[in-house]
């Protein structure tokens, strides 16, 4: 998966070898399952610097940052050519969550997104969130804590501000619709929002449809500065797309009416990029549920806090709408392949930008957001990044 995703970044930008490569950042959350930890990047890329494909003597980092890892690698390329530490970095993310005959080993990796050391005090904290919610916390078998996690988050939001089921599975629906679009979908069929509803439960009130499926991608962008671009033939030129801004956050134990970091990372990047909510044309959000659409709607300025679900139900975060949100198909219809998923989200809003998306165009689109998180600290991600691409 490494070879593939890195041999395509090549080809994209119409390089033969990464000789002008200054510096890499692996990303992945899993291979230690298999007993590779430490040097998992410089492992999978050796083969390549042996065919003279990747230079030799290159660093490489390598980052985990559970969901979020991808965008970690990219924050770091991103901060390598802003330094003028090279001129060209790579960020690719790599993972395998399935395994043949070894569940064990997908359990094991998602579990390293959550606090090992202290569980007592997650334990107890989605506990009292529960009687908030209304929803005991009660992990079950056939998914991961995350899901339970999740499940009361949209729960306490239905019973606060009236958001629904079927605006839940409306939101799902149409990410399963854009799929059916998306060559590199994990799932390329579509759905309907009663389809949805009565799908398999698995956390109430998040069926099957709306819970993101395990598997497995890879993912590469390459970062360049002005400089070496203008030294790119037309062709490339042509289809670059610039970072405007990437902000980090990191989790806490919030409360339930409490914004979560994903607001606040937003918030940074729009200020750095000096534009506003309204001036996003196509968004991909971190939806591992469908819930989750909904309520980084809110955190992103697309739509007031506990607004969401309408949002949703309105068709306006659809194709052809005023802020359409994951046309890839999102995590629950493209995949979350855990370690990837930042970078495939930039690939999705990169096609967009170059005009590339086929039935998936946003006609016009000039300016583009990726919201990512990773692990969860409480009712957080570990660590949210935001980043704001333009044409």
Request: glycine content about 12%; proline content about 4%; aromatic content about 6%.
């Amino acid at each position: 998966m490494a070879r593939e995703a890195y041999m395509g970044v090549l080809a994209d930008a119409g390089l033969a070898n990464g000789n002008d490569i200054g510096m890499a950042w692996f990303g992945n959350c899993g291979m230690w399952t298999d007993g590779q930890g430490s040097i998992r990047g410089q492992v999978c890329l050796t083969p390549l610097v042996r065919e003279g494909l990747f230079p030799e003597r290159v660093p490489v980092i390598n980052v985990e940052g559970g969901c979020a890892t991808a965008s970690i690698a990219l924050h770091g390329a991103w901060k390598d050519v802003l330094s003028g530490q090279t001129d060209l970095s790579l960020a690719m993310g790599v993972e395998k969550t399935f395994s043949l005959g070894a569940p064990e080993k997908t359990v094991q990796l998602f579990d390293g997104g959550i606090d090992q050391y202290d569980r007592e005090e997650w334990l107890s904290y989605y506990a009292a969130a529960g009687v908030a919610a209304g929803k005991p916390f009660a992990p079950g078998p056939g998914r991961t804590i995350f899901m339970d996690t999740y499940a009361m988050q949209a729960a306490w939001h239905m019973r606060t501000y009236g958001t629904t089921e079927r605006q839940i599975a409306m939101a799902c629906a149409k990410n399963h619709q854009a799929a059916v679009h998306n060559p590199k979908a994990q799932y390329r069929f579509a759905m309907t929002a009663d389809e949805v509803l009565v799908d398999r439960p698995v956390s109430w009130p998040l069926t099957r449809a709306m819970c993101a499926p395990i598997g497995d991608g890879a993912a590469a962008a390459l970062v360049c500065s002005g400089a070496w671009l203008a030294r790119q033939p037309e062709a490339v030129r042509g289809r670059a797309v610039r970072i405007a801004a990437s902000t980090m956050t990191a989790g806490k134990y919030r409360r339930l009416d409490e914004p979560g970091l994903s607001k606040l990372a937003a918030e940074r990047a729009y200020r750095a990029a000096d534009l506003t909510a309204k001036d996003i044309d196509v968004a991909e959000v971190h939806d591992a549920t469908s819930f989750c659409e909904i309520y980084q709607s809110e955190m992103l300025g697309f739509c007031g806090i506990g607004e969401g679900g309408r949002l949703a139900e309105s068709g306006e975060t659809a194709h052809g709408g005023a802020i359409p949100i994951n046309l890839s198909g999102g995590l629950v219809s493209k995949g979350h392949p855990v370690g990837a998923t930042g970078l495939s989200m930039i690939d999705e809003l990169v096609l967009q930008l170059r005009g590339e998306a086929g039935a998936r165009q946003v006609l016009g689109a000039r300016t583009a957001l990726a919201e990512n998180g990773g692990g969860v600290m409480g009712f957080d991600e570990a660590a949210c990044s935001v980043i704001i691409l333009q044409r």
